[in-house]
């Protein structure tokens, strides 16, 4: 059974979560054999405050674009 997590900036709406899991579930399928009703996958949305990139947090970045 595969397990897929993947942790993003949070901002992406459901459809563009639904096509990006349908996607990696037919890669899944397609490249490992696996079964798609056996793929799991986690999304984790993280807040643009708690990621920290190049010297700044994302979220100051976003206000102050340089």
Known sequence: MPI????MLEG????QKRAAT????????Q?????PE???ITIVDVPT???YMNGMLVSDKRR???
């Open 4 to 7: 897929v997590n993947i942790t």
């Open 12 to 15: 992406r709406t459901e459809d």
């Open 22 to 29: 349908q996607a990696i579930t037919e890669a899944l399928v």
């Open 31 to 35: 490249h490992c054999g696996a079964k």
């Open 38 to 40: 056996n793929v799991v």
């Open 49 to 51: 405050t708690n990621v």
């Open 64 to 66: 102050n674009p340089s």
